[in-house]
């Protein structure tokens, strides 16, 4: 039923990807392959807390581990939230001086490294 909720070609890459993750292939994603999907497709931190609430959310039918439905349903819901923890984390990475503003510097720093342009000084 999930299966409708999705075009083809997004149900093609989410089974890819489910299938990449699912190391054991036994057709659920228990805490650790979702670790180690961290580790492989995202380049952001992780935490173990973070994915057992991610697994809580989740995981519909309370077995500890994520099913190909709960995964489809979990991704068509949280495209939203995964671009917005992107944003976040980018934001994170250009502001330095952790002040929740990026400067012209940081951003300088963080598009040219340390070059002396002068078109960042207007």
Known sequence: ???HFAAE?????LMKVFEELDEDKNGFLDKEEIIAGYKKFNMLEYDRNEVNEIISRIDRNNNAAVDYSEFVIAAIN????LAKKNLEATFKMIDKDKSKYI???ELKEFF????DDK???D
């Open 119 to 121: 078109e960042w000084d």
């Open 1 to 3: 039923m999930v299966n």
């Open 9 to 13: 070609d997004e149900r093609k890459k």
């Open 103 to 105: 400067t012209a510097d």
């Open 78 to 81: 949280k495209k939203k939230l």
């Open 112 to 115: 040219m490294g340390s070059s």
